[in-house]
């Protein structure tokens, strides 16, 4: 019988959780890449990071304009922390 040090065991239960928690979700993805669930999901995601997308489009077209509209005189960081009170 092989006698296996117990630094080598503890590195392989590492490698083994570390690889489960990146094969999981892919294998659950295929398995039920048909079900409705995993579809809407999905959708959801991509349209959410489509409106931050756009959200962060707009803030920084709004910072822009702001910060040459008024001439430089104010600071860049006054002007995005007023945004930011504005969209929130």
């Known amino acids: 019988m092989v006698v296996v040090e117990r630094w ?3 590195l392989g239960k590492h490698f083994l959780a570390v690889t489960a928690s990146f094969m999981f979700p892919r294998l659950a ?3 039920l890449k048909d079900n409705l ?3 809407s999901l999905r959708a959801m995601l991509m349209q959410f990071m489509m409106l931050m997308l756009i959200a962060a489009f707009c803030f920084c ?4 304009a702001l910060w040459t509209c008024v001439g430089h005189s104010f600071p860049l960081d006054m002007i ?3 945004l930011l009170l504005v969209f929130l």
């Open 29 to 31: 993805f295929v398995t």
């Open 80 to 82: 995005r922390s007023l």
């Open 8 to 10: 080598a065991r503890e």
């Open 61 to 64: 077209g709004f910072l822009y």
């Open 37 to 39: 669930m995993v579809l």
